[in-house]
Every structure is written in C-alpha cells, then in structure tokens.
C-alpha cells in the first residue's frame, strides 16, 4: 500500500523560486490533505491579523460582533469607556460561549449555561451559586484577551500576542487605500454563502486577474473593459482594477440593489466552479497547473506568502518538537 508523504515532501513540491513564466501553482495536496489544513491553522489563520466586522456594529457601548478566527470563537465589544476590546468567546466556567449572536449589545455578557457575568471590559462580575468556592480569584477569572485593532471601516483581531501591528501586517495597502475614502462607505446589505471547496480555491479565482471573467462571468465581462485589467503585486497584496466600459446612472438606492444582483450572480457562478475545481484538485489525474503571465500573478504572490508562512510554521512545530 503507498504510504502518505510527510507533510515535508508536500510542501517540498512546490517551488516557490520559479519565476512566473515557468511556476505552477501550488499542488492539489495542498488543497486536500488535513495536515495542510492543521498547519494553516497553526501558522496562517493564528497569527494573521483577520477581520471580523465593521466598526458601526461596534460604536456604542456594549455593542459587540463575534466570529470564528482559525476555529477559536472570539468577541469584540465596546467597553462603557469607549475602549473596543476583543477576547475569546469562551465561557471560564465551563467553555459555553458566552456571545451567541453574531452580533448586537449588552449592559453585561452573560453566559447562556449557568449565568455567569462578565463586564464589557472582559471581567468576571458574578457567578451565581458559587458560595463555599475556595481558592478561587474572581480577578483571575475574566474573559481571555486577544488583539484587536480599527482599519478604516474594519475591526480586526489577531490571536497571536506578538504579531506585528495590523498597519504593519497591512503595509503598503494602507496608503493605496487611503484616496478610495473607505471609512466613508455606508453598509448596504449582506449576503454568506457556504462554498464546498478549500479557501485557497476561492482566494485563486480572485487573484487570476480576470481571467475567468469573459468565459464564466458574461454579464460582468459585458460592463468591463478587460483588455485594460491591470494587475499590480506589492508586499502583501495583488491590486486588481478594470474600467467600465459603461457608467450606470441610476438612483443610488436602484443601483446599489443592481450592484448587489449582480454580485450574487457572480458569486453563484464563482461556487460552481470552485466547488468544480475542489473535485478536480482531488483526482489522481491532477497534480498542479501552469500560471498564465498576463494574469495570474497575483495567484503566485498568494502561493509565495502561504509557502513561506507554512515552511516557516512547519521549522517552529519541528523545533517545538525536539
Ligand atoms: S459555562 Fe458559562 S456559566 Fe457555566
Ligand atoms: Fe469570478
């Protein structure tokens, strides 16, 4: 029976030093092996700055969104002195999770199981029942900690304490953001969409620079001026930006429920194939596929980043493990 590769060799296939007229991209393993899912969550989704809401769910006290930041369930509230502190959504009584909204306001965070308090600083206020409890510190017992920080519209947490700042993390795109006026952007509507494929599939499709637009996208392609899709890479990011051939003109209101349309049309059509390539990327017929010059360079800056994260993740477990 053929044993599986070490996790060495999986990440050893790819080669990270080719440039873009001879690089593949990462090979199908790296999209299906748990253990390459196990690392990610160790050395990308751990130590990455992620976003979890936007600041106007945050402006009053006592407001609060929680997410799942690399299967971690974390809270981020805005304390009654104006404060926005974040910590992991983990009960310290017995680990319910003390937010079960994913998002809202409290006076206090009050756990669902056996109704203990926490203040919107994170401290624990009271336990009922708890009478007769010996070496016990009530100080000792607050709600866990984990950073947060305020980009433009957005609130971020990371849950490594010794990550850099989220401004460092985001380095160049700060000051490329900035003329875009972000922070003056008004929520319209949301939409989630649950995608059977590796995340790493769906981050490809967006960084193919418009590639896929003119054969899988009609509709989209038909508003585009694809020949002048520019792609840029910087340090962290792929900047990716086309002109319209056509200005819509509408009420504001109708063309923000156009836009919206035609983002979901264009979602439902990128889940079908992502969920496509995550069946494909699992046949014995495919190993990795070659990288088009004039567009997917943003695909390879992506591939250069996690390699270097996970080769670097993978020296530390190895070390850790020594
Ligand atoms: S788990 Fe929260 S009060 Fe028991
Ligand atoms: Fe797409």
Redesign the pocket.
């Known amino acids: 029976m053929k044993t599986r590769d070490s996790v060495d060799r999986i990440l050893a296939i790819y080669n990270d030093k080719a440039p873009l007229s001879e690089a593949s991209t990462i090979p199908a393993p790296w999209y299906v092996d748990p253990r390459i899912a196990e690392l990610e969550t160790q050395t990308v989704f751990s130590k990455a700055w992620q976003m979890i809401g936007r600041i106007d769910q945050v402006e009053k006290a006592g407001q609060f969104v929680s997410a799942f930041v690399a299967g971690e369930p974390v809270v981020a509230v805005r304390g009654n002195d104006g404060v926005l502190r974040a910590f992991y959504n983990v009960?310290?009584?017995?680990?319910?999770a003390?937010v079960t909204e994913p998002c809202g306001q409290a006076q206090l965070l009050h756990?669902?199981?056996?109704?203990?308090n926490y203040g919107l600083d994170g401290s624990l206020k009271g336990?009922?029942e708890f009478d007769g409890v010996k070496n016990f510190e009530r100080q000792q017992n607050g709600l866990v900690p984990v950073r947060a920080e305020i980009w433009e519209k957005f609130v971020f947490v990371n849950l490594d304490p010794h990550a850099e700042s989220l401004a460092s993390f985001l380095g160049g795109l700060v000051k490329r953001a900035a003329p875009l006026g972000l922070a003056t952007l008004n929520f319209f509507d949301t939409r989630a969409y649950d995608i059977a494929c590796n995340w790493k599939v769906f981050v490809d499709n967006y960084l193919d620079g418009g590639y896929h637009v003119p054969h899988l996208h009609k509709g989209l392609n038909s508003v585009l001026d694809y020949k002048e899709y520019t792609i840029e890479n910087e340090d962290r990011y792929c900047l990716q930006s086309s002109p319209m051939v056509s200005s819509q003109d509408d009420a504001h209101r109708e063309y923000n429920q156009q836009s919206v349309a035609v983002g979901a049309r264009v979602q439902d059509e990128d889940l079908g194939i992502c969920e496509d390539v995550q069946r494909g990327l699992k046949s014995r017929a495919y190993g990795a596929g070659r990288l088009s010059v004039r567009r997917e360079a943003g695909e390879q800056l992506f591939h250069r980043l996690l390699a270097a994260d996970l080769k670097s993740g993978l020296t530390h477990a190895a070390v850790a493990a020594d």
């Open positions: 009960c310290r009584h017995h680990a319910a003390v756990c669902p199981y056996h109704g203990w336990m009922p």
